[in-house]
């Protein structure tokens, strides 16, 4: 019992000695657990949020070659770009609900949104060490989930100054194939097909039907415009003989899709579009 009391005494001594010590002497201090929890949770987490490869910090030795969250993000606003212009110009102009957003970013994958003007969800998973990046798509209120659309490419080929729509291209897949709208009409033996098959020419587009594998034309619409932004990626605008006008537009989240809009103007694009009238490949 004694020698409890004296080992108990001396170090409370020990302990006093400690505390009475100048600011000179070397002290071991612990941290406060419960300070700790508190501030972790309490953090906003947007002013947390540390990109695990910032590109400043990459000096080509100790940094692996990956790919930066921001660019990441540049090269999927490059990537839209290449397929759809006027998807950046709607963003960068304020007037609609456009936006490209950083979802998740881990040390293996990164994760960006690009919510179009017609409220679609793309998301672009991208490897960070290799930059191949898989596209989904989701359209709330429409379908259930997100899928994926088949496509893929490297992030790493988008990044920096990319002039994805100055280059020479070759129209083989606009031309070279027979389209069909989305909507569908059934004859009276219940068989479904296209309301219409479509073809692109030099000048027109033809609207028909298949007989017997050959397309049986129907009528023509004049082609007023047509550009070319990258291999698969088109805008062709077309009259009607009464003097209607319409756009043909390929899809910012897939390049087998032509996106159908009943004017030329492209402000009123969120406002003329029309599912069932879009042609896909």
């Not at 073809?199 to 004049?222: A, C, P, W």
């Amino acid at each position: 019992m004694k020698k409890n009391i004296l080992i108990t005494m001396s170090l409370l001594t020990v302990l006093g000695i400690a505390g009475c010590g100048n600011n000179n002497s070397s002290a071991v201090v612990l941290p406060d657990e419960s300070v700790i929890e508190e501030s972790d949770t309490n953090a906003d987490a947007e002013d947390d949020y540390q990109d695990p490869f910032p590109a400043e910090e990459d000096d080509g030795e100790d940094a692996p070659d990956v790919v930066t969250d921001e660019q990441a993000i540049e090269a999927v606003r490059n990537y839209v770009s290449s397929i759809n212009p006027d998807a950046i110009e709607m963003e960068e102009s304020g007037d609609h609900t456009v936006y490209f957003a950083l979802e998740s970013s881990t040390g293996e994958e990164i994760v960006v949104m690009f919510r179009s003007y017609t409220a679609s969800e793309t998301r672009f998973y991208i490897n960070r060490a290799t930059g191949e990046t898989k596209i989904t798509e989701y359209v709330p209120g429409i379908t259930d989930q997100e899928t994926e659309t088949g496509e893929s490419f490297n992030n790493k080929n988008f990044m920096g100054d990319f002039e994805g729509a100055d280059a020479t291209y070759s129209d083989d897949f606009l031309m070279n194939y027979t389209w069909s709208t989305a909507s569908m009409v059934v004859d009276e033996n219940g068989n479904a097909a296209p309301e219409w098959n479509v073809r692109f020419g030099e000048t027109t587009i033809d609207y028909g039907h298949m007989e017997n594998d050959q397309f049986v034309l129907d009528h023509s619409d004049k082609i007023t415009l047509l550009e070319q932004y990258s291999e698969h990626s088109f805008k062709i605008q077309a009259e009607t003989s009464t003097g209607g006008q319409y756009t043909y537009q390929t899809s910012a989240s897939d390049e087998n899709v032509l996106e159908y809009y009943w004017t030329w103007n492209e402000a009123e694009y969120p406002d003329s579009y029309s599912g069932g009238a879009s042609l896909v490949r």
